[in-house]
């Protein structure tokens, strides 16, 4: 009496995809998270607007309190640290093309299915500035890489930036690193 059932279940399962042939055909492998990666840090060190079309999404976002500091110079204000840093590929392109090149390095790379995280650095002095960006990216077949950057979250050490480039400058003596830091004012335990 379960024998139907039964063989109705291996009928089906038989014409089941495996997870490997899925994740294949619609996931990131390692050589083109890789090549996304390098193409995304080529793009932050030396800014190409022709590299950025075929890059980014058409809906592109990107999300970094570290850019809106710089923005800021220091300040709190005008931009909103939670806000898009570029709402849109067009702001993304027109704010980057007056950007001088940098010496960007990648140090890792780690992906999923169709997210690609990048640890990198930026050897300015006199400070190295590190940071983190998290590249959202969808499947596109008619894109030069097969895969479009649709979102990106970044977070580096704008303080480091800020006193690299002459906008900010530290009050406090140098050190041999044994200094310890002092209470956070406004803050209690």
């Not at 898009?84 to 990648?106: D, R, W, Y």
């Amino acid at each position: 009496m379960h024998f139907p059932t039964l063989a109705n279940a291996t009928t089906a399962l038989s014409g089941v995809v495996s997870w490997s042939d899925h994740h294949n055909k619609h996931c990131l492998t390692s050589s083109k998270a890789n090549e996304i990666a390098q193409t995304f840090g080529g793009i932050i060190q030396t800014y190409n607007n022709d590299i950025a079309n075929t890059l980014f999404a058409e809906d592109f976002t990107d999300y970094s309190g570290s850019i809106q500091s710089l923005k800021n110079g220091g300040c709190l204000a005008p931009f909103n640290l939670t806000a898009p840093a570029f709402a849109t590929k067009q702001q993304f392109q027109i704010e980057s093309a007056g950007q001088p090149s940098v010496p960007f390095k990648l140090e890792n790379v780690w992906f999923t299915c169709d997210v690609i995280t990048v640890r990198w650095s930026v050897g300015l002095k006199p400070q190295v500035v590190g940071g983190v960006s998290i590249l959202e990216t969808r499947k596109c077949k008619d894109s030069k890489y097969g895969w479009l950057i649709k979102k990106i979250y970044a977070e580096f050490n704008s303080a480091a930036w800020l006193a690299d480039i002459g906008k900010l400058l530290p009050g406090c003596p140098a050190s041999d690193g044994a200094m310890m830091p002092g209470k956070r004012e406004g803050f209690s335990a």
